[in-house]
C-alpha cells in the first residue's frame, strides 16, 4: 500500500556548539583546550570555560573569538583545578560577544553550565525567573538553565543538584546537551542530554564529557552514549578503590537509575586527527584521498562477489525495492547525485536525490519497499536526521552512509556504511566526499548485482577499475601545479562560473562550492546546456569560467559550450583528460586528469577543484580549515 507522508514533522532543533567536561585527579584545563580546539568544527564564534577549584570558588574565563584566543586568555589565571567545563559556540540566540560566550552562571556564580542545544521556551521561562527576582547578564537562551537550576537548588530540590537539573530539563522544550558544575562539588560533573549528542567516558585518572568522540582522541576508546532524556553525574574519588575512582552514574529523565548505560567502541588512530607536518588540514585531508579509498575498498570483492555486509538486507528485499530516496546537505548532497546516476545506471532502480532542508517540508510517497540513503560525512547534520527520522516513521528502512562512528546518524538508522575516510577537522569536505562516492559506488554495484542487472564478470571488471582510482588520485596529486598556476585568474575576479555536463555537472557543483566556502569568492555552478538560458549573460572579458569536460559521452557538447564562452572573453580553465588537444587550444589553463572509465573520473576529477579552490584561498588570504560563518556540523535547521 503506498503511503504519502503527511507534512506533519517533529522539529529537531539544535544550535551547533561543542561542549567539554571534566573531572578527575589531573589539571582540567589541557584536556578542555584540547577538546575543544577539536570540536570548533562545530562553531568557533567564542569560546569559555569555568573552573571549579578546592577553595569552592567558580572560576570563568570567556571570550569572543576563537578557542585560541581563550587559550592564551587561560595562561593569565591559575589553572590548576581539576575539576571544569568549556564551550565553543555557534551564536543562534545572542550576538557572538565576551558576555553571551558560554559558561553561564547563575545569580551568585554558585553554579556554571554550558549547553549545546535550543531552548525554544527561554523566553518565558526568562520571564518567570526575572519576575521571581534573578538577574541575567547575557541574551541566549542557555542563561536560563543556569537560573532554573539555582531556582529548583533552593525549592523543590533542596541542594540536590541532580534533581534540580532534572527538575529543570522538565520544564525546557527545545535541545540540551548540558554540562554544570557547583561550587559545593568539587569534584562532579552534571549532565543531561536531549536532542544534542553528548559522549562520556572513564579512565583511571578521570571522568569525561563532549559532544564528539573526536574531543576524547588518545584518551580512551571505550564510549557512553548518553540517549536522549537521560541525565548523568560524573565524580571522582581519589579515595575509592583503584580503577573505582573515577565513576559514571546515569540516569532515565525520571531519576531512575540505568544500569546498562549505551557503550561502543571506537577504533582511534590518534595521529589522524592532527595536522602531521602539513600547513593547514585541509592540505593533508586532500592528500589523504587514497589512503582512505583504499581501506574503504580493502576486500570488498569476494567470489559471492561485492561485500556490503553492513547493509543487513536480504536478497528478496533487494529485488523488492520500488523506489531509493537519497536525502543529504552540502557536499554530501553532491555525492547523492552523483549515487543516483549510478544506481539508475546499474542497478535500473529509480532514485530521488533531495537536499533534507527541502525534502523535511515536502511530501514523499514511501511504500514499505522504499529505501532511504542518507549520506552524512559528520552524522549529525539536523536536517539530515529529521529526513532520516521522516522516512522511518513513515515505514521506510534507513541506510547511513556516514564518516563518524557513534554518530547519531550511525545509531539512528537500520543501516550503516561506514566511509572509513578518518577525522576530517576542514571545514570544507574533501576526504570524505571522494570516500562517499567510493562508498555510493559499492552500493551501487551491489545493488546492480543483487537485482542481476549486472553480471558477476561485469561488476568484477567495474571493481578492479574502482581500485585504480586512489593511483589516479596520487597522479593528480603530482599535479597541484596546474591548480596552483590557474590561480591568478581567480585573485581579482568578483565571481566565477563552473559548467560541466552529465558526472561533470555534479563535479562542476562541488567546486563552485569548494570555492565558494573557503574563498568568499562567489561561484555559481551550471549545467552547461543550460549556460545559454541565463548565466552566459555573465560573462565579459576575463571571467573566470573553469569547465569539467573530461573524455566522457558529452565531451563534445561541452566543447561547443567552452567555445560560447571563450568567444565572449571569458578566461577558461578546464578540467580535461591528457593529450585533449582540441581543449587544450580552447583554454587558458589546463587541468588535467589521467584516462578513466568516465563513471570513476568525479572522483579523480574533483581532486584539482579542491586544490584550485585552497590556493585561490591562500592566494585570497583567507583561513583554509575555518572559514568565516561556516561550521562543519551544522546542527541546526
Ligand atoms: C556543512 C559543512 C559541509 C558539509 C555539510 C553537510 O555545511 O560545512 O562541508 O558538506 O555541512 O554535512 P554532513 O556532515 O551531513 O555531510
Known amino acids: 500500500m503506498r503511503k504519502v507522508w503527511p507534512l506533519r514533522l517533529k522539529k529537531w532543533l539544535a544550535n551547533m556548539c561543542g561542549i567539554v567536561g571534566y573531572t578527575g585527579k589531573d589539571e582540567a584545563l589541557p584536556f578542555l583546550i584540547d577538546g575543544l580546539m577539536t570540536l570548533e568544527y562545530r562553531g568557533y564564534d567564542s569560546a569559555g570555560v569555568a573552573l571549579l577549584g578546592e577553595k569552592g570558588k567558580i572560576e570563568q574565563i570567556k571570550c569572543k573569538g576563537r578557542v585560541a584566543a581563550l587559550a592564551e586568555l587561560c595562561k593569565k589565571f591559575d589553572t590548576t583545578p581539576t575539576t571544569g567545563i568549556a564551550h565553543t559556540r555557534w551564536a543562534t540566540h545572542g550576538e557572538p560577544s565576551d558576555t553571551n560566550a558560554h559558561p553561564h552562571a547563575d545569580c551568585f556564580g554558585t553554579l556554571s553550565v554550558v549547553h549545546n542545544g535550543i531552548i525554544e521556551n527561554y523566553q518565558e521561562l526568562r520571564a518567570e525567573l526575572e519576575a521571581a527576582g534573578h538577574n541575567f547578564k547575557s541574551t541566549t537562551d542557555t542563561e536560563v538553565i543556569a537560573h532554573l537550576v539555582e531556582e529548583n537548588l533552593k525549592r523543590e530540590a533542596k ?20 554540562a554544570v558544575i557547583k561550587v559545593d562539588a568539587p569534584h562532579e560533573l552534571y549532565v543531561a542530554r536531549s536532542g544534542s549528542p553528548l559522549v562520556l567516558a572513564t579512565t583511571d585518572t578521570g571522568a569525561y564529557a563532549a559532544s564528539d568522540v573526536t574531543a576524547l582522541a588518545g584518551i580512551t576508546s571505550h564510549v557512553i552514549n548518553l540517549e536522549d532524556g537521560q541525565l548523568a553525574h560524573l565524580s571522582y574519588d581519589a579515595t575509592r578503590a583503584k580503577g573505582e575512582q573515577a565513576r559514571i552514574e546515569v540516569f532515565e529523565s525520571d531519576g531512575a537509575l540505568v544500569k546498562k548505560p549505551d557503550t561502543f567502541d571506537i577504533d582511534w588512530d590518534a595521529s589522524a586527527a592532527t595536522m602531521g607536518g602539513y600547513p593547514d588540514f585541509m592540505a593533508k585531508e586532500i592528500a589523504e584521498q587514497p589512503e582512505a579509498i583504499r581501506r574503504l575498498l580493502k576486500d570488498r570483492l569476494t567470489k559471492e562477489g561485492i561485500r556490503l555486509d553492513e547493509l543487513n538486507i536480504s536478497p528478496k528485499e533487494i529485488a523488492a525495492i520500488d523506489r531509493i530516496y537519497i536525502v543529504a546537505c552540502g557536499t554530501s548532497y553532491h555525492v547523492g547525485l ?69 554518530s547519531s546518524a550511525a545509531r539512528e538508522a537500520d543501516a550503516v556504511v561506514y566511509v572509513q575516510a ?16 567510493v562508498a555510493s559506488v559499492l552500493l551501487a554495484l551491489f545493488l546492480a548485482e543483487k537485482t542481476g542487472m549486472m553480471g558477476p564478470r561485469e561488476v568484477e571488471n567495474k571493481f578492479e577499475e ?60 551550471y549545467p552547461a546546456g543550460e549556460m545559454k538560458h541565463g548565466p552566459i549573460a555573465l560573462i565579459d572579458n576575463g571571467f573566470p569560467v573553469v569547465v569539467v569536460c573530461p573524455d ?25 583528460t591528457d593529450n ?15 584516462p578513466a572509465p568516465e563513471y570513476y573520473t568525479p572522483i579523480i576529477g574533483v581532486v584539482h577543484l579542491q586544490m584550485l579552490a585552497r590556493f585561490v584561498a591562500l592566494a585570497r588570504g583567507c583561513d583554509i580549515d575555518k572559514p568565516r560563518n561556516l561550521a562543519k556540523s551544522v546542527t541546526v535547521e
Request: charged share 20%; with cysteine.
Open 580 to 594: 585533449d588537444q582540441k581543449i587544450a587550444q580552447l583554454s587558458d589553463y589546463l587541468l588535467l586528469v589521467p
Open 338 to 406: 552523483i549515487a543516483r546516476t549510478l544506481i539508475e545506471t546499474w542497478a535500473k532502480i529509480p532514485v530521488v536525490v533531495e537536499q533534507a532542508s527541502e525534502f523535511n517540508y515536502e511530501e514523499v510517497l514511501v511504500t514499505q519497499h522504499t529505501l532511504c540513503v542518507i549520506i552524512t560525512q559528520s552524522g549529525e547534520t539536523a536536517d539530515t536526521l529529521a529526513s532520516a527520522r521522516k522516512m522511518h516513521a513513515a515505514g521506510a528502512k534507513v541506510l547511513a552512509i556516514t564518516n563518524v562512528i557513534g
Open 552 to 576: 566522457d559521452h558529452v565531451r563534445y557538447k561541452t566543447i561547443s559550450n567552452i567555445e560560447e564562452v571563450k568567444a565572449r572573453g571569458a578566461t577558461v580553465i578546464t578540467l580535461a
Open 422 to 437: 578518518g577525522p576530517e577537522v576542514s571545514v570544507a569536505s574533501t576526504k570524505a566526499y571522494t570516500a562517499q562516492m
Open 466 to 525: 574502482l581500485q585504480r582510482v586512489p593511483d589516479l588520485i596520487e597522479e593528480v596529486l603530482t599535479r597541484a601545479w596546474q591548480d596552483e598556476a590557474a590561480t591568478p585568474a581567480f585573485t581579482d575576479a568578483q565571481s566565477a562560473l563552473f559548467l560541466g555536463r552529465s558526472f561533470g555537472a555534479t563535479t562542476a557543483a562541488e567546486g563552485a562550492l569548494k570555492l565558494k566556502e573557503i574563498s568568499y569568492l562567489h561561484a555559481e555552478a
Open 159 to 178: 541542594g540536590d543538584l541532580l534533581l534540580a537539573l532534572q527538575l529543570a530539563t522538565s520544564r525546557m522544550v527545545g535541545s540540551w546537551a548540558i
